[in-house]
């Protein structure tokens, strides 16, 4: 029986998150302790050998990250916690259950960095989440156990887009959430034009125990490419809809059946759809494929959020499908032209496949529409948006073609 | 009621608080009404047109007056197989109004979201911000009967 292995979840359920003296009485605030006591160099040397990639769903080596930023009057720390991408739930229950440790890892990143201040940019959706992190914020300060490192909340409005990290940094300079033009990367030019290190909740909360038990020990964890831990959210047609952590050479098939307790209802398994509503369709001839980020990107698929849509053999694909074009029509900030049109016309196609009046030429039309999309929109939006239509024809293609006039 | 310009002016020093002083008016009264947008543009040295720019960007922010109780059901895949049309249907019914709506009495606006991320919980649907999980379509004239 596979089980758990808790990094990012180490404290949940075992102390009181809106108590700052738990946190501290389980090891809390040893790790900004000791890397104050190092060189920054250093801090981001130990970050990088661990190999903790991003948990918002590029992937990307953080102290890698960090090692791009240039010297600096002022820089920031900014904690992405825009979490939009449907059927994800983690980073509401990492902060939720721990808020102190994602504070940790954005003030270990500042000492890393040389950042004196951070901001938590969290969704409008999630409004207890605000107000439990400013107390959190006001109870470390109280304790001194931030130093100089100040940190504020701000709250989005109700945009997918923003959780892109220009479009982030747009929303919290004020302006509408969209995306910008990369390069300059926010590295170098990011919050008010100076350095700015973005990363997602989950990949703060991986400090503090990096820097306690150090690089070799978290790279020793779950798959060597993607080492660590990933918190899953899973959702729809599995027995146990909850967050688990596991390590990342956990298979699909063991997160489902194993943690998920297999299909709801006695059903079979039709599908599973990871990494969010922008990830790809997984069928059941690949679920011995373990979860990290490089074998979920050799079958096509992604890790993404960590979000874990389950599907029973009832469902019906292309209905499912056409709901996510939706999602994209309505998320796509407008700015560039072949996300603002093409998210559009998918969804108009998807539709009109949906409600049987499609031909085979429409399915040629979509495919050769999603080709331009990935390759011409500005944003990850408009590149990942096609992703589900294209996974689905390749391994659901029966269920278009029975839909065909 | 608080005045909308008392509001802004608790957020002008605030780097980019336009949307923060956005979500303080929507909090006192419900929408941003037309004379605050002009204000914050004002205040924060933007255009008008930016200034409304940013307000009907965010699907969470509305300039038009909505009703005392804003239903949002979420319409993400997830919450969509979990069967969020036939609880949207009911309320619909119930309300005799259609989605983006406001019953006449001013007391139930209907509203369509993308995940709210209580995934757990499908389907799921947000009162004024509060979400409530796995709703069917039979409880929903018993929801609407606590919204005194
Ligand atoms: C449309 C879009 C939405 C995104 N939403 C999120 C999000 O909600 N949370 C997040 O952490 N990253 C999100 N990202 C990824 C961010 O741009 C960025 O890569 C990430 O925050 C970096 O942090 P990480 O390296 O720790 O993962 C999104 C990207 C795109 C293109
Ligand atoms: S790809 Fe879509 S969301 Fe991204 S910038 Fe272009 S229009 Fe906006
Ligand atoms: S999909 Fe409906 S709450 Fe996440």
Redesign the interface.
Known sequence: MAEEVRIVLRNADKIDPNNVDDYINAGGYQALEKVRGMDPKAVIEEVKKANVRGRGGAGFNAGLKWSFVPPADVKYVVCNLDEGEPGTYKDRTIVQKDPQTVLEGMAICGHAIGSKQGYIYCRGEYPYVVEQLNQAIDQAKAKGVLGDFDIEVRMGAGAYVCGEETALIESIEGHRGEPRFKPPFPGVEGLWAKPTVVNNVETFANLPEIINKGADWFASIGAPNYPGTKVLTLTGDVVNRVPIEVPTNTTIREVIYEFGGGIRNGRKFKAVQIGGTSGGFIPESLLDTPIDFDSMSSIGATLGTGAVFIMDDTRDIVDIVTRISKFFEHESCGKCNPCREGTFRCYEIMKKINRGAASAKDIDNIVLLARVMQKAALCGLGQAAPGPIMTTLQHFRHEYERKLV | MANYRDIIASYQDK??????A??ALQEEFNYIPREAIDEVARV?GVSEA?AY??AT?????SVEPRGKYIIRMC????C???GADEVIKAFENHLGIKVGETTADGKFTLEL??????????PVI?IN?VPYEGISPDQVPMILEKCK
Do not use: D, K, N, W
């Open positions: 780097p980019g608080g336009i949307i923060e956005y979500h924060f930016q720019g940013v960007f965010y699907s969470y922010l319409e993400s895949a997830p969509h197989v979990a979201t993308q995940c709210i991320g209580q995934c757990q919980g499908i947000t911000r």
